[in-house]
């Protein structure tokens, strides 16, 4: 984060880094998000932007980033935006709201798997617990469609990455060539020091799909903790060509 210049450290007399309060403040924000399983260059770029668009007279220290469906949304005070856009975020919940079932999906029939799964996909930008009863009702209705085990592994794996794990799993068995499963399978063997097979995971979706640029930034970092110097500079040199 200090070399992509999200970070401003000062240099000590031996050259080393010096992270002040607001460099600290950033970096809990990104473990943050990176435990909700935001992909790091994600990560980087919302800090980025929040840096970009703090109020006037604001500090990185007053803004809390959270994620909400499939945004990161910045909180000061009353006041929420996207950190993407700065698209405004309107809360039109108040005291006397009460939750409700979420409507089944217009037509949707016993055996309509996918018109769940599309149901799942339109709520997830506002009801993520709707959007994982949906992709469950697709589950039950089509066992094999490995698009809604992929969404539904993907919103449970922060409160539960071995059930991530086995939904990612049971995608890659219904589709072979589903790299994002694969990439998912990854990141959540990863979270649970599995690291030699979330090697082989993201390998997987590398051969699936070559341009996945965080799956080799994510493999870099792994070879680099298991001593393989060279593998992990072939691949963070990947991840570079891939973002530049």
């Known amino acids: 984060m200090a070399r992509a210049g999200i970070l401003t450290p000062h240099r000590g007399p031996r050259r080393e880094y010096r992270f002040g309060f ?123 469609h490995a698009g809604a085990h992929v969404n539904y592994g993907r919103l449970v794996q922060h409160e539960s990455p071995t059930t991530a794990i086995n939904h990612y799993r049971q995608a890659l068995e219904a589709d072979p060539r589903h790299a994002t499963a694969a990439f998912n399978l990854g990141t959540a063997l990863e979270a649970t020091a599995e690291t030699t097979l979330a090697i082989a995971a993201y390998r997987q979706s590398l051969s699936l799909n070559p341009a996945l640029a965080d799956a080799h930034y994510n493999l870099s970092l792994l070879y680099q903790q298991t001593g393989h110097k060279l593998a992990s500079l072939v691949h963070l040199k990947r991840y570079r060509e891939l973002t530049s």
């Open 22 to 144: 607001q460099d600290l403040v950033l970096l809990r924000s990104a473990r943050t998000l990176l435990d909700a399983s935001v992909p790091r260059r994600r990560v980087n770029r919302a800090l980025r932007q929040l840096v970009r668009q703090l109020p006037a007279g604001r500090t990185a220290s007053q803004i809390r980033l959270m994620v909400e469906g499939c945004t990161i949304v910045a909180h000061d005070g009353d006041a929420a935006w996207r950190t993407d856009d700065g698209q405004l975020v309107m809360d039109f919940v108040t005291p006397g709201t009460v939750s409700v079932e979420p409507l089944s999906p217009p037509g949707v029939t016993a055996e309509d798997a996918e018109s769940w799964y599309q149901h799942g996909l339109d709520l997830e930008p506002f009801d993520v617990p709707g959007a994982k009863r949906a992709y469950r009702e697709a589950i039950a209705r089509n066992p094999e």
